[in-house]
T-cell receptor, first 110, second 114 residues
Framework: GEDVEQSLFLSVREGDSSVINCTYTDSSSTYLYWYKQEPGAGLQLLTYIFSNMDMKQDQRLTVLLNKKDKHLSLRIADTQTGDSAIYFCAERGSQGNLIFGKGTKLSVKP | DSGVTQTPKHLITATGQRVTLRCSPRSGDLSVYWYQQSLDQGLQFLIQYYNGEERAKGNILERFSAQQFPDLHSELNLSSLELGDSALYFC?????????????FGSGTQLSVL
């Protein structure tokens, strides 16, 4: 079935890079997404990558896609305390809805 | 602010009761999605509507139902509530519901069943 897996926690120091990893199951997914959830708020789209791309860079964010291994990663350069949040990886399901991982809680220590 | 409005923000009720959660999509968006977020299950897709019609169904229990009205707002009805229904319920909207465009999420309704 359709499933998205990601580690639950990541802790980094301010100024370091953060790398959040995700694996997905549906090789036909055309788009893969990263969403961010801050405390008390809904999910906000951070970035996405089209399946024919290997990498996408957007300011401090770098998304890497390995289609062979069905592995997606999000790198945040120069992580700041304001980046502390839960990050969700998502793929588009067969019905067109988004299928989310359980989220990775990123804690940034000053 | 995503432009998606959900009410109420918090809801506390007892087992066996029925509640209605409301969602107003972003202006111009025709599609509404409902998701349930819990600690153990993560974010589970419940149901999607497009311009008043049901488009896709996920892990929605028979005790739950939803509809989208002509003004495009949507309601999620939860009945015969159980303790395990306690969760954060999100509504999201998108312009066409094709699945390729951005989803904009509301801030959610926190449901506590006591």
């Amino acid at each position: 079935g359709e499933d998205v897996e990601q580690s639950l926690f990541l802790s980094v120091r301010e100024g370091d890079s953060s790398v959040i990893n995700c694996t997905y199951t549906d090789s036909s997914s055309t788009y893969l997404y990263w969403y961010k959830q801050e405390p008390g708020a809904g999910l906000q789209l951070l970035t996405y990558i089209f399946s024919n791309m290997d990498m996408k860079q957007d300011q401090r964010l770098t998304v890497l896609l390995n289609k062979k291994d069905k592995h997606l990663s999000l790198r945040i350069a120069d992580t700041q305390t304001g980046d502390s949040a839960i990050y969700f990886c998502a793929e588009r399901g067969s019905q067109g809805n988004l299928i989310f991982g359980k989220g990775t809680k990123l804690s940034v220590k000053p | 602010d995503s432009g998606v409005t959900q009410t109420p923000k918090h809801l506390i009720t007892a087992t066996g009761q029925r509640v209605t959660l409301r969602c107003s999509p972003r202006s111009g968006d025709l599609s509404v999605y409902w998701y349930q977020q819990s600690l153990d299950q993560g974010l589970q897709f419940l149901i999607q509507y497009y311009n008043g019609e049901e488009r896709a169904k996920g892990n929605i229990l028979e005790r739950f139902s939803a509809q989208q009205f002509p003004d495009l707002h949507s309601e999620l009805n939860l009945s015969s509530l159980e303790l395990g229904d306690s969760a954060l319920y999100f509504c999201a909207s998108s312009s066409t519901g094709s699945g390729y465009e951005k989803l904009f999420f509301g801030s959610g309704t926190q449901l506590s069943v006591l």
